[in-house]
């Protein structure tokens, strides 16, 4: 097994009997589950195995050249959002009879997505996100910190009673700055009001500019009055120092922000632990939010039997909980909960909420463009510069004119 070290050394194709996998993210974290279980699979498959490690940050760009030169990765992670993207980029291996029987959506807790009704990804790692909120300042607002809001009206009125009571700590983490957190900040309340992900599954028009939408939204704005100051400066993981420190009250947050949360208080579902846990409050539509997950791709014609082995291998339920385990994901895998890594909250709430009310992110062959234009007008909305109506509209004109 080779390693490229990120510096673009491997070149795939070049070797019959090599395939490249490209595993983004935290390289420390990445080789921790990646190296031994790249070992295992080269013993068991006689493949041999050139690995990619690069962190988040350039990726894209990097793939993007590797596409044009014809270089992509066989095996990839792939953001669930991404796959249409891809698609028009390069070849996507339908892996619909190809997949074991461990990952079959029977034993997935995930709907495993589709385009034209073929599936593509192999979802990894679920990234629901979920009410979390200090109950040391719940106590100080003089509101019980067993009993989180169950509907969004509850929700409302714990903040104003958070808002009016505590003297230092904000009410609510807002994250109004990049693609990403803005939209799925929106999502959690635009879920559970409406039912609908952003766009409608038959032509990828938008689903938002409507009565239901535009309530929905002003709901989420109505929660700028219980935010901390300049909130449009607060991207991914930048509320997650200040949620641990106790400077905000309520954050909804994933899996991510655990590590965090241990440094301040290791056992997160003890009796005296600061923190607590529950699912998204309840709207008209239910609880349901747009659930990013993360899944295993094959992108190249050439290989592709020994690339399905190395999917359908990574995916195994055991492998997967060391994947899990090494990056602090949620697993889609139900008996992996048994493992003491996931033992207490709040790991059984993030995993339902993924399970039971989980809305697929935008599929479009422009999916970044769609959220940037999603992203542009609701924070024109948030700080004012446009209504409702406004921002809602623009970002519809916008998206139908990709």
């Known amino acids: 097994m080779g390693d490229d070290n990120g510096n673009g050394e491997v070149v795939p194709g070049d070797d019959p009997d090599t395939i490249v996998v490209a595993r983004p993210g935290a390289p420390d974290q990445t080789r921790e589950f990646l190296e031994p279980a790249l070992e295992e699979f080269e013993n068991e498959f006689d493949v041999e195995v050139e690995p990619i490690y690069q962190g988040w940050s350039g990726w894209p760009e990097r793939l993007d050249n590797l596409y044009a030169q014809g270089e992509q990765p066989h095996v990839q992670l792939m953001a669930d959002y991404q796959l249409p993207e891809f698609m028009a980029k390069g070849p996507m291996v339908q892996l619909d009879d190809r997949l074991a029987d ?43 910190p067993n ?13 104003s009673t958070l808002d009016q009571n505590l003297t230092e700590a904000s009410a609510f983490g807002a ?31 938008p689903t938002f500019n409507t009565d239901e939408g535009i309530e ?14 300049e909130p449009t400066e607060f991207d991914r993981g930048a509320l997650r120092s200040p949620f641990s420190a106790g400077d905000v009250a309520v954050h909804n947050d994933g899996p991510w922000i655990i590590p965090t949360l241990e ?11 600061p923190f607590g846990f529950a699912l998204l409050p309840e709207g008209p539509a239910g609880r349901a939010t747009s659930t990013g997950y993360d899944g295993w791709v094959v992108t190249r014609e050439d290989n592709v039997e020994a690339s399905v082995d190395l999917v359908n291998f990574l995916n195994r339920p055991e492998n997967n909980l060391e994947h899990c385990k090494a990056y602090g994901s949620v ?41 940037d234009a999603m992203t542009e007008n609701l924070q024109a ?11 809602l509209a623009d970002a519809e004109e916008e998206i139908n004119a990709l």
Not at 149 to 158: G, I, N, R, S, V
Not at 381 to 391: A, N, R
């Open 102 to 144: 461990h990952v079959t959506e029977d034993n997935v807790a995930i709907d495993i997505p589709t385009i034209d009704g073929d599936r593509y990804l192999v979802p990894d790692a679920m990234g629901a996100q979920i009410y979390m909120y200090r109950r040391d300042l719940y106590e100080e607002a003089g509101l019980d």
């Open 147 to 159: 009993s989180p809001p169950d509907t969004f009206d509850e929700m409302a009125d714990h903040l």
């Open 175 to 205: 994250q109004v700055d990049s693609f990403l957190t803005t939209v799925e900040q929106w999502m959690t309340i635009y879920g559970p009001h409406t039912g609908n992900e952003v766009l409608d599954e038959a032509g990828g028009s």
């Open 216 to 229: 929905a939204t002003e709901n989420w704005r109505s929660l700028e009055e219980f935010a901390q100051p």
């Open 263 to 273: 440094d301040v208080h290791e056992d997160l579902a003890s009796e005296d632990s």
């Open 331 to 371: 697993t889609p895998y139900e008996e992996n909960l048994e493992d003491d890594f996931f033992d207490g909250e709040p790991w059984p709430t993030l995993f339902e909420q993924a399970e039971d009310h989980s809305l697929l992110r935008p599929y479009h062959e422009q999916a970044l463009s769609v959220y």
């Open 381 to 391: 909305i948030w700080i004012g510069q446009k209504s409702v109506e406004e921002g």
